[in-house]
């Protein structure tokens, strides 16, 4: 777990540091109320905040105000340090955002057993999250955490003037699958699907499930042209795939159809409606009799 240190005096920066590392944790270091705000803005910032109350430029209370009305989805827990130990100072610090406090000159086993308050609520946030993020049958992003993945990355593509290329895939016939063999076999074959797909794509781009046998891929940085060779390869290795039958070992195969979409530079589309330009083109290639790519 990473913690940030907001502390204006050096010597306690620097017995806290100790500290903070001797039992373990990753450190950020601010030296004032401004600095530890404009990290926690930056990617990847801090679970949980030591921050002092008197400092320079920002102090304890206002950087807690600020950091309480920032849009971001991670909750940072924070541990104000202070002099001021009289109720209206505590209800002060309370009422900015802070989660706990600890009064000047403090005891440091003190402390590290506050900080496990904190870790126990930021480990308790982060599986929840994994579990409103994640599709419980083939362990991908499920459709309202590939969607805001979607969004954030079509953004970027804009600011950064450059393709995002967006694919949907269905499984042909798969309401066989389920006939034949039974439900559970049929999830079997999801899993083994959304497996080959995850094998086949690139690290920087990343897969969803968005229906039942409905799966979206984003592959930032793509462009329409490239983006058919890709499904294409998508398209070949599902088709390749030999799932078995767990108790008959019986060879399963099946196919799947994809319908793909480009962002080209500058634009300023709507992900609905990239989405749905995808989603046109995989009727058209189910239509056009399935096991094919519509770009
Ligand atoms: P098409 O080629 O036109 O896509 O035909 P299809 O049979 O694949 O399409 P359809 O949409 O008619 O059927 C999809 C089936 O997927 C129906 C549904 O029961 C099944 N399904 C959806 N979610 C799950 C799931 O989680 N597990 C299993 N085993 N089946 C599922
Ligand atoms: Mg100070
Ligand atoms: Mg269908
Ligand atoms: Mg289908
Ligand atoms: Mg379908």
Same mark, same amino acid.
């Given at each position: 777990?990473?913690?940030?240190?907001?502390?204006?005096?050096?010597?306690?920066?620097?017995?806290?540091?100790?500290?903070?590392?001797?039992?373990?944790?990753?450190?950020?270091?601010?030296?004032?109320?401004? +600095? =530890?705000?404009?990290?926690?803005?930056?990617? &990847?910032?801090? @679970?949980? /905040? !030591?921050? $002092?109350?008197?400092?320079?430029?920002?102090?304890?209370?206002?950087?807690?105000?600020?950091?309480?009305?920032?849009?971001?989805?991670?909750?940072?827990?924070?541990?104000?340090?202070?002099?001021?130990?009289?109720?209206?100072?505590?209800?002060?610090?309370?009422?900015?955002?802070?989660?706990?406090?600890?009064?000047?000159?403090?005891?440091?086993?003190?402390?590290?057993?506050?900080?496990?308050?904190?870790?126990?609520?930021?480990?308790?946030?982060?599986?929840?999250?994994?579990?409103?993020?994640?599709?419980?049958?083939?362990?991908?992003?499920?459709?309202?955490?590939?969607?805001?993945?979607?969004?954030? +990355? =079509?953004?970027?593509?804009?600011?950064?003037? &450059?393709?995002? @290329?967006? /694919? !949907?895939? $269905?499984?042909?016939?798969?309401?066989?699958?389920?006939?034949?063999?039974?439900?559970?076999?049929?999830?079997?074959?999801?899993?083994?699907?959304?497996?080959?797909?995850?094998?086949?794509?690139?690290?920087?781009?990343?897969?969803?499930?968005?229906?039942?046998?409905?799966?979206?891929?984003?592959?930032?940085?793509?462009?329409?042209?490239?983006?058919?060779?890709?499904?294409?390869?998508?398209?070949?290795?599902?088709?390749?795939?030999?799932?078995?039958?767990?108790?008959?070992?019986?060879?399963?195969?099946?196919?799947?159809?994809?319908?793909?979409?480009?962002?080209?530079?500058?634009?300023?589309?709507?992900?609905?409606?990239?989405?749905?330009?995808?989603?046109?083109?995989?009727?058209?290639?189910?239509?056009?009799?399935?096991?094919?790519?519509?770009?």
């Amino acid at each position: 777990m990473k913690i940030m240190i907001a502390e204006d005096d050096s010597i306690s920066r620097r017995v806290l540091q100790a500290n903070l590392t001797k039992w373990g944790y990753d450190i950020d270091v601010a030296v004032n109320g401004r +600095e =530890a705000f404009e990290m926690i803005t930056q990617p &990847s910032p801090p @679970s949980l /905040l !030591i921050s $002092d109350w008197m400092m320079p430029l920002m102090d304890g209370p206002t950087l807690c105000r600020a950091i309480r009305g920032l849009d971001i989805t991670r909750y940072i827990y924070i541990i104000l340090l202070t002099t001021k130990g009289e109720k209206k100072d505590i209800i002060h610090g309370l009422e900015a955002g802070a989660d706990d406090f600890l009064t000047k000159p403090f005891n440091q086993e003190e402390l590290k057993y506050r900080i496990r308050i904190g870790e126990r609520i930021i480990n308790l946030e982060h599986r929840i999250l994994l579990l409103a993020n994640t599709d419980p049958l083939t362990g991908i992003m499920n459709r309202r955490a590939f969607m805001e993945r979607l969004d954030q +990355e =079509a953004a970027r593509a804009h600011r950064d003037q &450059s393709h995002l @290329s967006f /694919l !949907i895939t $269905d499984i042909d016939h798969f309401k066989r699958v389920n006939d034949t063999f039974g439900h559970q076999v049929g999830d079997l074959v999801l899993q083994c699907f959304s497996d080959t797909l995850k094998a086949t794509i690139r690290p920087y781009d990343f897969l969803g499930r968005y229906g039942g046998e409905e799966f979206v891929i984003c592959m930032p940085g793509t462009t329409g042209s490239q983006v058919w060779t890709a499904a294409e390869r998508l398209r070949k290795a599902v088709e390749e795939k030999e799932i078995i039958h767990p108790d008959t070992q019986e060879l399963i195969s099946i196919t799947s159809s994809f319908g793909t979409a480009t962002c080209t530079l500058s634009c300023r589309e709507k992900t609905d409606n990239l989405i749905k330009r995808a989603d046109d083109a995989l009727y058209q290639a189910k239509k056009e009799g399935r096991n094919r790519v519509v770009c």
